[in-house]
């Protein structure tokens, strides 16, 4: 028995035999063609090409009914990059002028892309090199091994693999495979997003899990801790079944608080909110009966595709969420995309990251440094706003020059919508998001200024501990108890109560049930999380005195060190916390 840890981004527990997809492919080696030769290897490309169509065909038409609308798109951009001269002929050419086998050829060409795309400046267009990598290898898997492995998978087998496609995360979701883990990736991966969209227990970034799992093996894996069990013995099975039979009893009886109010015993009532990354995870918010949405991150509409939406496009996905949630608040985030969004599991394999990406141009920063991608949006958003409570959120923002700059992009914004005869709420509220801590720290001046705070403790904890939230060699120190994390939320709490502006936290953090007491006594009121966590978190919210806990806030931030923290909750959680 042997155990590997990587990070748990997809809740629920899977015992089952594993299928071990390897796709790590041969070192390419060049080999120099006889003239007869050459037409022939012209073929065998062509060949590997229209095989690499099909089945992305073949997949597309496999996409179940019930799955995100987006996987068909991510498909769609998996055939237009084929179809891309830069793909398809480059290579021909090469073959031809240069005698090379067809593989050879390929591999010149994908490096001369990758060589590209490494110097663009548009970091829109730099996350399609993942994609490109993808389309390469599947080509390079025909041309090596005939078809796809995919087609041999027996269902209800457990994937391990050293990172997946979305196409194959569809394929497997069709083949009804109960979870999934992958060797790369990062809880933010497009893999680690589907699979939650899905519904799939999943692992990713279990270093080394292709070399010790073999085919056929019997598997563990548990998505909620990450922790990936090999040839478990006979205790280990019972222990987890016996864990899947709790889940499964656990998530019964919290199914019964749907329709309960999120209120403390006290009586204070608690806006528990959701957070979606596609239209299509409005249907698991409303599941939940969540309150709205707090953070839509729209910067998920930007990705795996050939070119950005426009503003049709995103107004329409804009108002296919309003429209679902009538009279509920929907609050949608401007695009904050920026290198760490690319940090999926193809980074390692494509190359160099820019120096410092969570540091450099990204959400805010980006939108102001390129109106013509922020415009559309800015415009969409507005339109959208006349069909419901939208509410608008700026991401990133560590300045009061950026705000003032985006609120002037607003208002800019609005005038042209007038003069046009389009519709839109001229009061619609506009909220910041302090995820950097100099905003934290002078919340007090941004506050008078916006409508609403949103703590994002996903990178506010990344940059107050100066820990790369992707990188999990120092993933150990990531802690939102620590004491300076905590005094930058209570710093940002007051702020919004002295300026009657409410305050909500949508990281991570407001979706661990572990953290609820603590927060509701540090003042907060509005949590917006995953929605599988929400139910975890209305269940701890019905049981908690509001103003009782306000001790324990107090407690927690004179606290010391950090363990005196950690034991302070476990202590107050008891056994209550999930
Ligand atoms: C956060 O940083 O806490 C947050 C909610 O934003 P994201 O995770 O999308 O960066
Ligand atoms: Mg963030």
Redesign the pocket.
Known sequence: MLSLHGAGVSDGISIGAAFVLSRELPDITPQTLTPENVEQEVERFIGAVKAAREQLLKIREQIPRDAPLEAASFIDTHVLILDDKMISAAPIEIIRKERRNAEWALKIQSDRLSEIFEKMEDAYLRNKQTDVRQVVERVLRNLLRGPDEDDKLDPGEIVVATDLTPADTVVLKHKRIHAFVTTMGGP?SHTAILARSLGIPAIVGVHNATRYVRGGEEIIVDGKRGVLIIAPDANTVAEYRKRQRDILRRREELARLRRSRAITLDKQDIVLLA?IELPADVKAAIDAHAAGIG?Y?TEFLFMNRASPPGEEEQFRAYVRVVRALPNKPVTIRTI?IGA?KQVDGAAHSVGRLPVNPALGLRAVRLCLSDPSMFRPQLRAILRASAYGRVRMMI?MLSSQDELFRVLDLVEETKSQLKRQGHKFNPRIPIGG?V?VPATAISADLFAPHLDFFS??????IQYTLAIDRTDDAVSYLYDPLHPAVLRLISLTIEAGRKARIPVAM???MAGDARYTKLLLGLGLREFSMHPATLLMVKRNVRISHAAKLAKLARRALASRDTEAVHELIDYENGDDAA
């Open positions: 933010i957070n953070l991150r904050d760490d991401p998001m995820e703590i994002g403790t996903n990178d506010l949508c990281g991570e």
